[in-house]
């Protein structure tokens, strides 16, 4: 029974020690869905650690069952989309470093600039999972019509995250 407890806790520390985010140097890959009005598809994203708080990265996600607007199908600009983005990591705030890493962050795209909020929890330290929400700020066209909104309005990706 006490070589099962000492198991037990040795597993629960190694859990306890796999800090999220390690800041300078850090390097988070995810990979997931993308969920939105008029369709769903992939996203992926990499992350890059400047600071003790602060990252940046690339975000791409590409739209697989965009639906038809008037019989007229999406074409492959209405459904990918790309961009740069900047992150506040602010798990160590809320006292959950080793677990949890929150990063609330703007985003400069092909079609908009947006915010984001996103969630990191990792079970081990390579492998967790994420989620974030996300909406524009100001779109580069003021009334977006048709496809235009695909990648252009508030959505929802969840998924794995690999710290690299």
Same mark, same amino acid.
């Given at each position: 029974?006490?070589? *099962? *407890?000492?198991?037990?806790?040795?597993?629960?520390?190694?859990?306890?020690?796999?800090?999220?985010?390690?800041?300078?140097?850090?390097?988070?890959?995810?990979?997931?869905?993308? *969920?939105?009005?008029?369709?769903?598809?992939?996203?992926?994203?990499?992350?890059?650690?400047? !600071?003790?708080?602060?990252? %940046?990265?690339?975000?791409?996600?590409?739209?697989?069952?965009?639906?038809?607007?008037? !019989?007229?199908?999406?074409? %492959?600009?209405?459904? *990918?989309?790309?961009?740069?983005?900047?992150?506040?990591?602010?798990?160590?705030?809320?006292?959950?470093?080793?677990?949890?890493?929150?990063?609330?962050?703007?985003?400069?795209?092909?079609?908009? %600039?947006?915010?984001?909020?996103?969630?990191?929890?990792?079970?081990?330290?390579?492998?967790?999972?994420?989620?974030?929400?996300?909406?524009?700020?100001?779109?580069?066209?003021?009334?977006?019509?048709?496809?235009?909104?695909?990648?252009?309005?508030? %959505?929802?990706?969840? !998924?794995?995250?690999?710290?690299?």
């Amino acid at each position: 029974m006490k070589k *099962i *407890i000492t198991l037990l806790a040795l597993l629960a520390l190694q859990i306890v020690n796999a800090q999220v985010f390690r800041g300078k140097g850090d390097l988070k890959f995810q990979l997931g869905a993308n *969920i939105q009005d008029g369709g769903t598809g992939m996203v992926s994203s990499i992350d890059f650690g400047l !600071g003790q708080n602060i990252s %940046f990265g690339v975000v791409t996600s590409y739209m697989l069952n965009a639906s038809s607007i008037g !019989g007229i199908d999406a074409r %492959f600009e209405d459904r *990918i989309d790309l961009k740069a983005r900047f992150n506040a990591n602010i798990g160590d705030v809320f006292g959950a470093e080793d677990v949890l890493d929150v990063y609330p962050g703007v985003d400069l795209g092909l079609r908009n %600039f947006g915010a984001h909020l996103g969630i990191r929890y990792f079970f081990t330290e390579g492998f967790g999972v994420f989620s974030e929400i996300g909406m524009p700020i100001a779109n580069y066209n003021t009334d977006p019509v048709a496809f235009e909104r695909y990648n252009n309005q508030f %959505f929802l990706n969840i !998924g794995a995250s690999f710290s690299l």
